[in-house]
């Protein structure tokens, strides 16, 4: 167990530290969009965030070095786990009925 611990542990300090601020964007974003409209589908407010912060990485660098779609995916994935857990939350009856 210790060594798939530490394989687990190897992984997550090997991801670049800028796309880990991407996945925690896009949970913040997906979460505040769940507590403060109480949107179901809150993946897709982490999906606009993405985009619009792709486009205008893509619009305000040189050519060709703005867009990162791997910046995207980690927004994204960020969004999803906050999906993951709103919508185990409304399965077990924690926001409204």
Do not use: N
């Amino acid at each position: 167990m210790r060594k798939i611990w530490d394989k687990i542990v190897k992984w997550i300090l090997s991801i670049p530290s800028d796309k880990k601020l991407h996945f925690v964007a896009g949970f913040t974003i997906a979460a505040f969009f769940a507590i403060s409209l109480g949107m179901i589908a809150v993946v897709v407010s982490a999906l606009f965030a993405g985009f619009i912060k792709e486009f205008f990485d893509q619009w305000t660098s040189p050519a060709g070095e703005g867009w990162d779609w791997g910046d995207l995916l980690a927004t994204v994935l960020g969004g999803l786990l906050c999906q993951g857990f709103v919508g185990l939350g409304l399965w077990w009856g924690f926001f409204g009925s």
